[in-house]
């Protein structure tokens, strides 16, 4: 079954930089997208940013201008470049790939532990 593994959180003061990755694990895939999402403690999962391996790239406008989503097509990676991060910033942030016409963990509805994200002010 294909996996997605999320890395690169951690603290940081409000003004910072962090870059989270996301990688396929385990079975090797050829992903054409990516998606990046975030929740925080009461509130449900939202959408951050996404982009595909065409170079298209979609962001939120909370996070527009401060996020962006390179990717890495030789090694399949995609990341999240987060800066001049705020404390509402803080949360877990998920990945999802899209292999073909179909998003992983959209399909299979487990989106793991993700990645904690904690912006102190």
């Known amino acids: 079954q294909a996996q997605l593994v999320e890395s690169g959180g951690g603290s940081v003061q409000a003004g910072g930089s962090l870059r989270l990755s996301c990688a396929p694990s385990?079975?090797?895939?050829?992903?054409?997208?990516w998606g990046w999402y975030r929740q925080s403690p009461g509130k449900q999962r939202e959408f951050v940013a996404e982009s595909t391996s065409g170079g298209i790239s979609n962001n939120a406008d909370t996070v527009k201008g401060r996020f962006s989503t390179p990717i890495a097509s030789a090694s399949n990676t995609a990341y999240l470049q987060m800066n001049s991060l705020k404390p509402e910033d803080t949360a877990v942030y998920y990945c999802?790939?899209?292999?073909?016409?179909?998003?992983?963990?959209?399909?299979?509805?487990?989106w793991g532990q993700g990645t904690q994200v904690t912006v102190s002010s």
């Open positions: 999802d790939g899209r292999w073909g016409s179909v998003w992983i963990r959209r399909q299979s509805g487990s």
């Open positions: 385990g079975r090797r895939l050829s992903l054409n997208a």
